[in-house]
Nanobody
């Protein structure tokens, strides 16, 4: 069982940037697709971005395209989410997740499905002030 720990959240002004990190332990994530999800108060969990096990393909929610970038360093067992041009509507708890099964790809052009991810971190709060 993998353990995922997110960090890097905080309070930032609109237009600012944050970089979230997700460090995995317990097993290597190099054969698993990884994703970032978020949940705002009173709203459902939504997909933000996902990346294949090698990092060669990514997919993003329309609301973050061009502003957020997901990346990974398998040697460090870590996944990142670079968030630029932040908006008040990006305020949420952000969660890192690992795919349920190894060697599975992602469908580019569409948001990742939460049902495809089986291990979740505890989340990190991102608050964007307008």
């Amino acid at each position: 069982q993998v353990q995922l720990v997110e960090s890097g959240g905080g309070l930032v002004q609109a237009g600012g940037s944050l970089r979230l990190s997700c460090v995995a332990s317990g097993r290597a994530i190099s054969t698993y697709a990884m994703g970032w999800f978020r949940q705002a108060p009173g709203k459902e969990l939504e997909s933000v971005a996902a990346i294949t096990m090698t990092g060669t393909s990514t997919t993003y929610a329309d609301s973050v395209k061009g502003r957020f970038t997901i990346s990974r360093d398998n040697a460090k067992n870590t996944v990142y989410l670079q968030m630029n041009s932040l908006r008040a509507e990006d305020t949420a708890v952000y969660y890192c997740a690992s795919a349920k099964f190894p060697y599975r790809g992602i469908t580019t052009g569409t948001p990742a499905r939460t049902a495809d991810f089986g291990s979740w971190g505890q989340g990190t709060q991102v608050t964007v002030s307008s």
